[in-house]
């Protein structure tokens, strides 16, 4: 667990997401929660004497983000999204995650549910708690209902998996264009500290980067695609693996992800 600013508290050695949280005059507000059980038990434990959780704001809708919501009896907060994309994590599935990642925590979900948020949004949405700002704001791109949870007070901006600090990057429910996009809106934010959905915590100076290895991987596929390339075919040929380290605890997915990402663009740029 790190302290990034005076009140915001970040840990990124989790399998899955870097959950957070941040303490106001009146309670906690928690960003995204820890996808392993064992992990939330670790999490709530650094939580202790913080004040009382009131509400926990998801920044987008896949497994590592979620998982950990069951534990947090408080409202949940996301972009409208959620309802539709929800629907394909089941139950069962969450436990096979669990199974595979840690074992140990299978004995903790008991009565599990995926705990669902309570309060949506579509553009923008401010929460406010004791003398905090939270902006919640909507900006498309690793998934169609990404969300950036921005802290004025703290100079801080959770980015969700929209930022993937010098980890690899997942394009495989990606709209590249609008990424793009919220990528420079994150720039105009007045922060110093940028917490990304994966890897260590940053600044705005590693957004360039990570627009760059986006249209990289554009390139990549829109070259084979002109070649005359068929998916399966792109599929073989493009891998950025050695580019950089998968995150923790799913380094064997590696392979795996530049498939679906190859897949995924190879969909987009043949539909248009
Ligand atoms: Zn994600």
């Not at 903790?108 to 902006?135: A, D, N, Q, V």
């Not at 002109?226 to 693996?241: C, D, P, V």
């Amino acid at each position: 667990m790190q302290r990034v600013s005076s009140n915001v508290y970040v840990e990124t050695g989790f399998r899955g997401c870097n959950p957070g949280f941040v303490t106001t005059k009146e309670g906690v507000v928690m960003i995204d929660s820890p996808q392993n059980p064992s992990d939330v038990m670790k999490f709530k434990e650094q939580m202790k004497g913080k004040g009382e959780i009131r509400y926990l704001i998801n920044t987008e809708p896949h497994v590592d983000h979620v998982a950990g919501n069951f534990f947090f009896p408080v409202t949940v907060i996301a972009h409208d999204g959620f309802k539709e994309a929800l629907s394909s994590l089941t139950t069962d599935g969450i436990k096979e995650w669990v199974r595979t990642g840690d074992p140990d925590g299978v004995s903790l979900m008991e009565g599990y549910f995926l705990r669902k948020p309570s309060i949506t949004f579509s553009e923008r949405l401010f929460l406010y708690s004791g003398e905090h700002t939270f902006e919640v704001i909507h900006l498309p791109g690793h998934t169609a209902s990404e969300a950036a949870v921005y802290i004025p007070e703290e100079r801080v901006v959770f980015t969700g998996d929209n930022i993937f600090h010098k980890v690899q990057t997942f394009l495989h429910e990606a709209y590249p264009e609008d990424w793009l996009q919220s990528l420079k809106r994150i720039e105009e934010l007045d922060v110093d500290v940028i917490v990304p959905g994966h890897g260590e915590v940053c600044d705005k100076s590693y957004i360039k980067e990570q627009a760059s290895f986006i249209e990289e991987w554009m390139d990549a596929v829109r070259e084979a695609i002109k070649q005359g390339l068929t998916k399966e075919e792109a599929q073989e040929r493009i891998s950025f693996l050695d580019r950089y380290p998968m995150d923790i605890g799913i380094e064997a997915l590696g392979s795996e992800v530049q498939r679906w990402n190859v897949a995924r663009l190879y969909d987009l740029l043949t539909a248009k």
